[in-house]
């Protein structure tokens, strides 16, 4: 079972003990400007303000979760029709896992699916590195997707590799680290003693490469609900 076929049959269950197949629930999603996602940091380099990128939020019975994607809109539908949606591109993914992170916000308090804002980023990325040495030790690191506040600080204590899908990224060398393309992924992931990847992964469906990996950490908003659901391993300290 995939991600969001595990996505769905958790939604079904809810749907069928809470009964809201019986009533109208509307799921209400939206991109959210830079400033609602994300505050107004002092550092100006996160995807979030370049504008490629956009959060989508959904909203379900006043919980809230997002998911970050580069393929958004609006959308209004019920439970059910998210259920039965064919999840066909990233706009899809999106609102079925923001979705589904404002569902299992609800009934199962999953916590951290609003992204964190103005300078909780640094504070993370400092936190980010007492977690990988508690855990893992002095490691090789492949990081998937450009997080800079993390690759800045990671670069000071760990061998870093980082890939992005973001053309302005790749080829660019920051915080003296080269920022290398997707098809660097499997080369990377052979050198690396750990993967951080972006649970953004999920939106765009590359996630599944990663899942080879071992030990894999996903960090961020977007894997919210999946994580537990899979049994995945999240770092977020500072989501909302």
């Known amino acids: 079972m995939d991600a969001y076929d595990m ?12 009964r809201l197949f019986e009533e109208r629930v509307s799921i209400k999603a939206r991109p959210l400007s830079s400033e609602e996602a994300i505050g107004n940091p002092e550092d100006r380099d996160y995807p979030l303000l370049k504008g490629k990128e956009r959060m989508m939020q959904a909203e379900f019975k006043g919980f809230w979760g997002q998911a970050f994607t580069d393929m958004y809109g609006n959308y209004e539908g019920s439970l059910s029709e998210i259920i039965s ?5 990233n706009f899809r993914r999106a609102i079925l896992i923001s979705t ?8 199962d308090s999953v916590t951290g699916t609003v992204h964190c804002k103005d300078q ?9 590195i007492n977690y990988i040495k508690g855990h893992f030790g002095k490691v ?19 061998e870093l ?5 973001d053309g302005d990224n790749i080829d660019q060398e920051t915080f003296g680290i080269k920022i290398e393309e997707p098809d660097k992924a499997a080369e990377n992931l052979k050198w690396a003693d750990l993967a951080l990847v972006t649970g953004t992964t999920f939106v765009n469906d590359t996630y ?24 995945l391993e999240r770092f977020c300290p500072y989501g909302r």
């Open 7 to 18: 996505a769905k049959e958790y939604l079904k269950k809810v749907a069928h003990s809470h």
């Open 85 to 89: 949606m064919d999840i066909t591109n």
């Open 100 to 107: 589904l992170n404002a569902v299992m916000r609800c009934y």
């Open 120 to 128: 909780d980023p640094p504070r993370c990325a400092q936190e980010l």
């Open 140 to 158: 090789k690191i492949a990081m998937v997707g450009f997080q800079p506040r993390m690759a800045e600080a990671l670069s000071k204590h760990f």
């Open 161 to 165: 590799k980082v890939m992005d899908l």
């Open 208 to 231: 599944s490469e990663f899942l080879l990996k071992n030990p894999v950490v996903f960090y961020g908003v977007t894997v919210a609900g999946l994580a537990p659901l899979a049994g």
